[in-house]
């Protein structure tokens, strides 16, 4: 790793020549650090006194110092967002560049008592020093921030670019230098996923939300090998004819122990790290030949709805996917039917156009999900190649107590039947919810109250039953 290590301070007078430091890095001091009353090392010889850390000797002693004089301190990360792909496009030399400048309006604005070095390519340790109370570290930390952020202007070339600040107490937090560092990496994890402010500070809940992604990571790669993804189905009725027309697919995974975990808790991740591609390849093919089984079965014609993420548009051929799904399976491309997150459609929105466009001209049905719980914008009700508006659950949540919710979801269906929409309401569950998808106009239904997701024996027993008849009426 090429660190480079600062002691910043506002008093240029102070500056001197970098020193190479014995390990390397280049170190820049401005003031003489005051004497230590114990010997703080960071070579091999001293791995007893310091356990391995990426920190350098100067934040080590500065964490030291605070702890001797029994104060409060906080151990902050900066990181340059994007710093690879920067450096990927603009070239090694302009990230080295690039560096020199944050460094130096880093500098410009610490005071003295703090101690910053570099700890990786795009990461700053800074120790502050004298804080009045731990509280005023994120005023500190947003400061940081908003001085690094911004334009850049090196020359032929110009960026702008983002910075977030992990930060960890001490001793709140922890007592050992790599420790810290390590809880203010986890916290900068936490400052991707918050608020906008780019600024978040440790905590317990977010180590072990990490751990668990982290485990879960594993766990997803396990789970395929092992074939431990199974797919649940849930039943979509016709709101007329009360008959079962189609399923939606609704995976989950069966853990070593043999409990199955929700989606909610694994597909957030798989997103995340992109192993929803696999996964939703799996989903499509699995749904599509267990369609084809219940065919075989004589459980008469149905569509299989699928859930897609985004990714699966963006990182693959999802038109080969399902062309070859669709072929090996002895199905047509109109019973499959696709749903996607109206939010994930506006993160990803050219090239989610473009794929979906060609597989609604080859015959798959669209669908958007979650219908009224993004932006609900309505330019890509225009654009977009769509068949179905899946209506959120949420729209029918409330109406027995409260008559505005019914006036708002039957405006909602006038509005998607007007633009030629079918529609589906999700979440039927209560009777009096079940009453008004017979009679809102509403061309579909899917609910607990109608029909549970199910596991693929119990669904061939349902279709293969008079009573899958379900709708009361
Ligand atoms: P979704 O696509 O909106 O699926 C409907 C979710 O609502 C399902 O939860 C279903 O069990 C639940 N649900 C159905 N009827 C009712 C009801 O009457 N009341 C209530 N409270 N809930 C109801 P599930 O199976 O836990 O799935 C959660 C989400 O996970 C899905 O929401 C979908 O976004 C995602 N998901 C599931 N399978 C896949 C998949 O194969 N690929 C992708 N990308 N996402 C999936
Ligand atoms: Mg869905
Ligand atoms: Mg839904």
Not at 351 to 357: A, D, F, H, Q, R
Not at 383 to 408: E, G, Y
Request: with cysteine.
């Amino acid at each position: 790793m090429s660190t480079m290590h600062l002691n910043l301070s506002n008093d240029r007078e102070l500056e001197r020549e970098p020193v190479i430091a014995e390990n390397g890095n280049r170190v820049i001091r401005n003031t003489p650090l005051p004497p230590l009353d114990f010997d703080v090392g960071d070579g091999p010889e001293n791995t007893n006194l310091v356990p391995a850390t990426t920190l350098g000797r100067d934040l080590t002693a500065a964490l030291q110092r605070a702890g001797v004089a029994g104060e409060e301190t906080a151990l902050l990360v900066l990181r340059i967002n994007d710093y690879r792909k920067l450096t990927e496009t603009l070239g090694e030399s302009f990230g080295i560049e690039l560096v020199q400048h944050v460094e130096a309006r880093l500098r410009d604005r610490l005071r003295i008592y703090d101690v910053a070095e570099r700890v990786s390519d795009d990461e700053f340790a800074i120790v502050l020093g004298r804080l009045d109370k731990l509280d005023d570290v994120t005023s500190v930390a947003s400061r940081l921030i908003e001085s690094c952020s911004g334009g850049y202007d090196l020359g032929e070339l110009k960026t702008r670019i983002k910075t977030a600040v992990g930060i960890a107490l001490y001793p709140p937090d922890g007592e050992e230098p790599d420790e810290l560092l390590r809880y203010a990496r986890v916290a900068l994890q936490g400052a991707d996923e918050g608020d906008r402010s780019g600024c978040h500070i440790f905590s317990r809940e977010l180590l072990e939300r990490q751990q668990r992604r982290v485990w879960m990571e594993a766990e997803l790669e396990r789970a395929l090998l092992e074939d431990r993804f199974t797919l649940h189905y849930q039943p979509q009725y016709d709101a007329d004819s009360r008959k079962i027309v189609g399923m939606e697919a609704l995976v989950r995974l069966r853990s070593e122990t043999g409990e199955l975990i929700p989606p909610d808790d694994f597909i957030p991740i798989a997103e995340n790290n992109g192993f929803i591609v696999t996964l939703g390849q799996w989903v499509i093919r699995e749904a599509c030949r267990q369609l084809a089984l219940w065919r075989e079965a004589g459980c008469g014609p149905l569509r299989m709805a699928v859930n897609v993420s985004p990714l699966q548009l963006v990182h693959e051929d999802l038109v080969h996917v399902i062309t070859e799904a669709i072929e090996a399976s002895g199905l047509v491309y109109s019973d499959l039917e696709l749903e996607i997150t109206e939010q994930q459609m506006l993160e990803h929105s050219t090239v989610v156009e473009k794929v979906l466009g060609e597989l609604h001209g080859r015959g798959v049905r669209i669908a958007i999900d979650d219908f009224g719980t993004g932006y609900s914008s309505f330019v890509y009700l225009s654009r977009l190649p769509l068949n179905l508006i899946k209506m959120d659950r949420s729209f029918i949540a409330n109406i027995t107590t409260d008559p505005r919710a019914v006036q708002v979801a039957t405006a909602m269906i006038v509005m998607a039947r007007e633009l030629g929409f079918e529609i589906i309401l999700e979440g039927v569950e209560t009777a009096e919810q079940q009453q008004f998808l017979k009679t809102s106009g509403c061309d579909f239904g899917q609910g607990f109250g109608l029909a549970r997701p199910q596991a693929p024996d119990a669904i061939e027993k349902l279709l293969l039953e008079p009573q899958y008849l379900k709708i009361a009426g």
